[in-house]
């Protein structure tokens, strides 16, 4: 599965942003997509899952913020985010992880397909 992230880009306080991600490669719908984030100088934690299934889950920081979803027609997993802050700054990465395997979503390292990332810059 090879995954492209797009959708960043430079927005103030309490604005939004929709970070898309698109797959090709093998069947989009055997996956469960993520949505991961690595803030400057520190390590990439969970933010948000979508299973093949369409169950969504999200660390406690985003609750009410930000939605998953996924269009399993284009191939594509979405996170919209609200109401961001300065903190969300960083590199937001999209990965895969095969539901034949594991269910666990939020284990970063569960996740064997990775996106390139992309930039979201918060000012306040």
């Known amino acids: 599965v090879q995954l492209q992230a797009s959708g960043g880009g430079l927005v103030q306080a309490g604005g939004s942003l929709r970070l898309s991600c698109a797959a090709s490669g093998r069947s989009f719908t055997r996956y469960h997509m993520g949505w991961f984030f690595q803030a400057p100088g520190k390590g990439r934690e969970f933010v948000a899952a979508v299973t093949v299934r369409s169950i969504e889950s999200y660390a406690d920081s985003v609750k009410g913020r930000f939605t998953v979803s996924r269009d399993n027609a284009k191939n594509t997993v979405y996170l919209q985010m609200n109401s961001l802050k300065p903190e969300d700054t960083g590199v937001f990465y999209c990965?895969?992880?095969?539901?034949?395997?594991?269910?666990?979503?939020?284990?970063?390292?569960?996740?064997?397909?990775w996106g390139q990332g992309t930039q979201v810059t918060v000012s306040s």
């Open positions: 990965a895969a992880l095969d539901s034949y395997v594991t269910d666990s979503v939020s284990l970063i390292h569960e996740y064997r397909y």
